[in-house]
């Protein structure tokens, strides 16, 4: 039972380098998402996308692109890395459980900008 | 906007101890609430959540939480804490059942255990 994978789990990239970050889930949800996590900032929404062939901006969009390639995969893109990137990504989806819907997430994956 | 507050960043216990986790919101509406838990290294992992109905909810790994509407509040709770309890502890508020994007956690309460 896979869940949520993410990948890579760890990168350090130099400033102005770009690289994505991949996520698959095997839920059949229809709903994915990108957050960022910061020490004593919680997680914070980066990108969602509510189905397939749809992406719409969250909190902290600038700096990221997102493409969801199809119903299964969520990736998410620095053009240009900057130290202010460095950070924490998860990516998660979410189903309907028992009348929520309930956000399942990946293990994480720590990227370092210099 | 919705608004989540964790008032306490670190929290310390000893094993065997009671446990509070204090978790404010601000929502007009009913909100849909959750405590999440993230052990090092690791993702989010959902402990329980509220939506409707009894106001005392039980979750995983003897854990609870109860709603108070009166205080906007959604306190987590367990009665005997494990060394395995150490982790981070989020909460979270969304609107209505499809809250999609409107999701939003509080900063976190880094929870630490002492034998």
């Known amino acids: 039972n896979a869940g949520v994978t993410q990948t890579p789990k760890f990168q350090v990239l130099k400033t102005g380098q770009s690289m994505t970050l991949q996520c698959a889930q095997d839920?059949?949800?229809?709903?994915m998402y990108w957050y960022r996590q910061d020490p004593g900032m919680g997680l914070r929404l980066i990108y969602y996308?509510?189905?397939?062939?749809?992406?719409d901006k969250g909190e902290v969009p600038n700096g990221y692109n997102v493409s969801r390639l199809n119903k299964r995969e969520f990736s998410l893109r620095l053009e240009s890395a900057a130290p202010s990137q460095t950070s924490v990504y998860f990516c998660?989806?979410?189903?309907?459980?028992?009348?929520?819907?309930?956000?399942?997430f990946g293990a994480g994956s720590r990227l370092t900008v210099l | 906007a919705q608004s989540v507050t964790q008032p306490d960043i670190h929290i310390t216990v000893s094993e065997g101890a009671s446990l509070e986790l204090r978790c404010n919101y601000s929502?007009?509406?009913?909100?849909?609430l959750f405590w999440y838990v993230q052990s090092p290294g690791q993702g989010l992992q959902l402990l329980l959540k509220?939506?409707?109905?009894?106001?005392l909810v039980q979750g995983i790994k003897g854990f609870e939480a109860e709603f108070k509407r009166s205080q906007s509040s959604f306190n987590l709770r367990k009665p005997s804490v494990h060394w395995s309890d150490a982790a981070e502890y989020f909460c979270?508020?969304?609107?209505?059942?499809?809250?999609?994007?409107?999701?939003?956690f509080g900063a976190g309460t880094i929870l630490r255990v002492k034998s």
């Open positions: 929502y007009g509406a009913t909100p849909y």
């Open positions: 996308s509510a189905s397939e062939g749809t992406t």
């Open positions: 839920m059949n949800h229809n709903s």
């Open positions: 509220y939506f409707s109905g009894d106001t």
């Open positions: 979270a508020v969304g609107e209505g059942p499809e809250y999609g994007n409107k999701l939003v």
């Open positions: 998660a989806s979410s189903g309907f459980s028992a009348g929520a819907n309930v956000l399942t």
